[in-house]
């Protein structure tokens, strides 16, 4: 048990940066948070794209309150409120993603701290 132990504390140790080229992870950082924020404004318009089709059938819904089949309406209203609750859901998982990389972008900044004062011990040490 031991044995398999080490070896996954050796291959996480593995991926981690190192101190030596800070600038270069620096760069990849702000890569991985560029990706994550365009992929968060592409999800943000589909969520609004959801709640733009439940107040259009909402608002076609009460356009034919008065003139046509009542089955026909209340299908369109229950269409609706079916956009409106994944339009909710969506909104939910935004307010997570903005949370998720907000968490991203600390982590990373408290990373990239850390592997300059190391780097920056290191280089003291040698002296």
Do not use: C
């Amino acid at each position: 048990m031991e044995k398999g132990n080490e070896s996954v504390r050796e291959r996480l140790l593995a991926h981690l940066p190192q101190a030596t080229n800070v600038a270069a992870y620096r760069e990849e950082v702000a890569a991985l948070v560029a990706r994550k924020e365009k992929a968060f404004s592409t999800f943000r318009w589909t969520s609004r794209i959801w709640s733009l089709l439940a107040l259009v059938f909402a608002m076609w819904a009460l356009r034919w309150a008065g003139t046509h089949d009542g089955s026909i309406v209340r299908s369109l209203a229950v269409v609706a409120v079916f956009f409106f609750l994944i339009g909710l859901k969506e909104q939910t998982v935004i307010y997570i993603r903005r949370y998720q990389i907000d968490l991203l972008k600390e982590i990373k900044q408290t990373q990239v701290q850390l592997l300059e004062l190391q780097a920056s011990l290191e280089r003291g040490t040698q002296r």
